[in-house]
């Protein structure tokens, strides 16, 4: 028999023989490499912020020691609270200790009254980060619909005066706003409570969401009426896409087009800001928890600036902070998931 010789074609790579091997896809390598490197982002932002956290308030005018021992200390007894503070060790060995501290899961101990950070930070955080989602869901809530007619009736008067209210509402401070719902919200209807917050906490969830819901609606009007500006132009940009024309032109009405397929572009721009009002809704959490008398962060971080008490400062602005990222992080995530251009471009 005749042996044959099969010459490989030009430009086609010969086959291997064997079993095939299954590789995982390009796009779980890629997608592995962009976790990793959102990670490492995020931990140099984290140690970054610690730095300048520690930095600023290192370098405050000022004696800790001095302060906390009152103005009847003597210099010697200065001196001896200084070095049971460690404040007369050097700076960098501060940071580092505070710094593995952190990494350990240790926040130090208060300089007034030597209680554990982490434990007092902990119970804080059940009341401000709970308002804080709520604010950030209630501001959601409102600026979508809002500024989603705003667009579509953006020739009409509706239009104009949202436009119009929400540059006037962006304006107007928190604690204004919070005023204004308890005299027109708390006081005649008695559904809210105007202070406090229940002793037990969320042992009653009803009752520690009255509480709040009244300081999270007076963060969130202000943050709302920030974001309907951006989802009225997120919308009146999906307005003019040709998909729209042509389903208005196939008979769909434009509210089901919006609802379908409009929302979800519009959502990419909108998840955005969302990470840049983060920020500023954990800073109208603090506010209105000292209006409303709740015992959340805001109180205790207010408090610790009077008292002067550094450490407690530095690991709350810490916690803050890094609350802040890993939920912008989180975000991000969440817009590549959404849109599958930004994760071919990642």
Excluded: C
Excluded at 96 to 120: F, H, M, Q, V, Y
């Amino acid at each position: 028999m005749a042996l044959t010789t099969e010459t490989p074609r030009a430009g086609v790579a010969p086959q291997a023989s064997g079993p095939r091997v299954r590789r995982p896809a390009a796009g779980a390598w890629a997608t592995v490499g962009t976790v990793l490197a959102e990670l490492a982002t995020l931990a140099l932002s984290l140690l970054a912020a610690s730095a300048v956290i520690f930095g600023l308030l290192a370098v405050l005018p000022g004696d800790q020691a001095a302060v906390l021992g009152g103005t009847d200390a003597t210099p010697e007894q200065v001196a001896a609270l200084r070095a049971e503070l460690g404040l007369d060790r050097p700076l960098a060995k501060r940071y580092l200790d505070w710094l593995g501290g952190i990494i350990t899961g240790d926040l130090g101990t208060s300089g007034l009254d030597g209680r554990p950070i982490a434990g007092e930070l902990s119970e804080k955080l059940q009341v401000t980060v709970p308002l804080g989602l709520l604010a950030l869901l209630l501001s959601v809530l409102i600026a979508v619909p809002i500024g989603m007619l705003a667009a579509v009736h953006r020739d009409r008067g509706f239009g104009r005066t949202v436009a119009a209210l929400s540059q006037v509402t962006a304006a107007v401070p928190t604690f204004v706003t919070g005023l204004v719902l308890v005299v027109v919200i708390a006081l005649p209807t008695r559904l809210f409570p105007v202070q406090g917050f229940p002793a037990n906490r969320w042992e009653d969830p009803l009752a520690a969401l009255q509480a709040l819901m009244l300081p999270a609606l007076a963060v969130a009007i202000g943050q709302a009426a920030v974001l309907v500006r951006f989802v009225r132009s997120a919308t009146i940009d999906v307005l003019t896409k040709d998909w729209v024309r042509t389903g208005l032109a196939q008979g769909w009405p434009l509210r089901t087009i919006l609802l379908r397929q409009g929302l979800r572009n519009a959502s990419l721009p909108l998840i955005g800001v969302i990470g840049l009002e983060i920020a500023g809704v954990l800073m109208g959490s603090v506010i209105v928890e000292k209006l409303f008398g709740l015992p959340g962060v805001g109180g205790m971080l207010l408090a610790s600036v009077g008292n002067r008490d550094i450490p407690t400062i530095q690991s709350t602005l810490f916690v803050l902070t890094a609350l802040v990222m890993i939920t912008t992080v989180l975000l991000t995530a969440l817009s590549r998931v959404l849109d599958p251009r930004i994760r071919r471009t990642a």
